[in-house]
């Protein structure tokens, strides 16, 4: 059993965006990045916080505009408006989820899909599906990049991912398919869970659900990415895997922290780049 070190990946990476931006920085453009965090849920400020430590170890500018609980949909998409139109700043990150009354995908679509980091705009997303390239969400990218790094191609392989949601398990989907994969996606409405899990070479799991993939679950030798993350009683994070049962069936498994959590805070800056390299 291999372990797949996201933590040290993205140290590697961050130090190659590094020079990108240094290089940009020679042709007169300081890439930028601009936050929206609404309310004052803890985690997305933790989220928020980390992002931005990230941002300046890779030589990105970042403002957030931090707004409160009770800020108006029309305030908000004001403020992504003033960003869009603003030509020092190549990316839009909206630090999700939002108050109730709040549409979330109105929100979204508001975003300049060339300033769209996260991945989520409409545009993106068609363009993920149809295998071109496009602003990638940011979680199953890192995965991707993670897979690749340990030279694990998908080509070929049996693949399960547990979880459909927009931001991580439906572009998980789109992206093994186009990689080559074979793609089985469960959701919680999948009748047998384990059936679909055990007979899979690659399992993908990102639901938030504690060991909820146990060591029966999965077959020897299986490749196992951990995207979940749950607090413990004693508040310790873990993932959504049985991580003492199933990892010595597994010929590579995520570690959680330290597996696809960096990773994602990674290819956020690498989108970042990306689009500060688009103003060239």
Do not use: W
Request: aromatic letters at 4%; charged letters at 25%; one cysteine or more.
């Amino acid at each position: 059993m291999q372990i797949l070190d996201g933590k040290a990946l993205s140290d590697q990476i961050k130090i190659e965006l590094k020079k990108e931006s240094d290089k940009l920085n020679e042709k007169g453009i300081t890439p930028g990045l601009a936050v929206i965090l609404v309310g004052d849920d803890a985690a997305s400020q933790t989220y928020v916080k980390m992002k931005e430590k990230a941002c300046d170890t890779a030589g990105i500018y970042s403002i957030i505009h931090k707004m409160p609980t009770t800020i108006s949909q029309e305030k908000i998409l004001e403020t992504i408006s003033m960003i869009n139109n603003n030509p020092n700043i190549d990316g839009v990150l909206v630090q999700l989820p939002l108050p109730k009354h709040i549409d979330t995908t109105k929100i979204i679509e508001a975003i300049d899909p060339k300033k769209d980091v996260d991945g989520f705009h409409p545009f993106n997303v068609g363009r993920l599906v149809a295998g071109l390239d496009s602003f990638v969400p940011c979680t199953p990218l890192g995965v991707m990049r993670l897979l690749a790094h340990y030279n694990i191609d998908p080509k070929g392989l049996d693949a399960c991912v547990v979880g459909a949601s927009n931001i991580v398990g439906k572009p998980m989907m789109n992206l093994l398919l186009n990689a080559g994969a074979t793609v089985d996606i469960c959701h919680i409405f999948t009748k047998d869970l384990k059936s679909h899990t055990q007979k899979a070479d690659l399992v993908i799991v990102g639901v938030g659900c504690r060991n909820l993939i146990k060591e029966d679950m999965v077959k020897e030798g299986a490749i196992v990415i951990d995207i979940g993350i749950n607090k413990t009683e004693d508040g310790r994070l873990v993932g959504d895997i049985d991580y003492a049962a199933v990892s010595p069936k597994c010929s590579f498994i995520t570690p959680v922290p330290g597996g696809v959590g960096p990773m994602t805070i990674a290819m956020l800056l690498e989108n970042t780049i990306k689009a500060a390299k688009h103003r060239l």
